[in-house]
């Protein structure tokens, strides 16, 4: 591990130049299925996107162990997980294979359109209210790019998960990313069906909400329940009522409300239909808190032009 510690410290070239030397040229062709391994969790989920066997990437990957002469994997009959070492291994070669597909990328765009594999991990909300509604159009005008859309409601790590960028909130990104705002500014509203109001009375203030059946939010990741946000006396105040209901999907909020079962704090730009045609009704509307916008961020400035097309078009 301290040798890996300190090739870190070195430029690329002689890094390359002094394994080449000592390892061969194979310890580079077996890399990629070491990283593929490491951001996939599995072997079997790793042969997929490499397109081999389970049983070829395992035999990789003790190729490559048998070459730095430690072990990269805890392997289990049911799980596999990276050892320090193979987190360290992870971690130094990121910059490397990034410089690679942006030196690719630039590579097969002279004299054509953006094109190749464009990877975006974002939340399902982000996919539905930032990239939906425009995707048919942009995979038109490009259709030489690839898009993978990854919807995970975790907080992924985009570098170590080989994407090319996130959308997320403002308030959960990495301080060392590049954010630019993505699609409209959402309201938060705090929304009921007419037949809970009927049975359990409206509330006229957010301190009013501990009596009521409140449905929460609780985050995958870190299995926090989300805070229900107000703007009180042009402060903004988080407030925690005890749940009757704790989703973490917000696919299962419409039903819940929808269904009588209680009141959430809800994204309204999801919920417009609804709230149109008198199935819900908002709610505390004068305590209604600031909007909110997503962010598409990414870590380095020099965009491939596949992501600057993708930024162009969607944050333009």
């Not at 909300?125 to 259709?143: E, N, S, T």
Request: hydrophobic share 40%.
């Amino acid at each position: 591990m301290r040798l890996l510690d300190r090739e870190v410290e070195m430029g690329h070239a002689s890094w390359v130049l002094k394994h080449e030397l000592t390892m061969g040229p194979d310890f580079f062709s077996l890399l990629p299925a070491f990283r593929m391994v490491a951001t996939t969790g599995g072997f079997t989920a790793a042969s997929g996107r490499l397109g081999i066997t389970p049983s070829a990437v395992s035999q990789k990957i003790r190729q490559i162990e048998a070459l730095v002469g430690v072990r990269l994997f805890e392997r289990t009959s049911r799980s596999v997980r990276l050892t320090e070492a193979g987190r360290l291994l992870l971690e130094n070669t990121d910059r490397a294979f990034a410089d690679i597909a942006d030196a690719l990328d630039r590579v097969r765009m002279v004299g054509k359109r953006p094109a190749g594999n464009l990877r975006i991990n974002l939340s399902r909300l982000a996919a539905q209210v930032c990239i939906l509604p425009r995707l048919a159009a942009f995979v038109r005008h490009y259709p030489d790019i690839k898009i993978e859309l990854a919807t995970d409601d975790r907080l992924s790590d985009i570098v170590a998960g080989g994407f090319d960028a996130g959308i997320r909130f403002q308030d959960t990104l990495e301080m060392d990313m590049i954010a630019r705002s993505i699609g409209p500014p959402l309201r938060r509203s705090v929304l009921a069906s007419r037949s809970y109001l009927e049975a359990s009375g409206t509330p006229r203030h957010p301190n009013d909400l501990p009596g009521h059946d409140v449905i929460r939010y609780r985050f995958p990741g870190s299995q926090r329940l989300e805070p229900l946000t107000f703007n009180v006396n042009d402060q903004v105040v988080r407030l925690d009522p005890p749940p009757r209901l704790v989703f973490d999907d917000n696919h299962h909020f419409d039903f819940a409300v929808r269904s009588g079962l209680g009141i959430a704090q809800l994204y309204r730009a999801t919920e417009i239909p609804a709230i149109e045609a008198g199935e819900l009704v908002e709610l505390l509307t004068e305590f209604e808190p600031g909007p909110v916008q997503f962010k598409l961020y990414y870590p380095t400035r020099n965009q491939p032009p596949k992501l600057r097309a993708f930024i162009e078009w969607f944050c333009g």
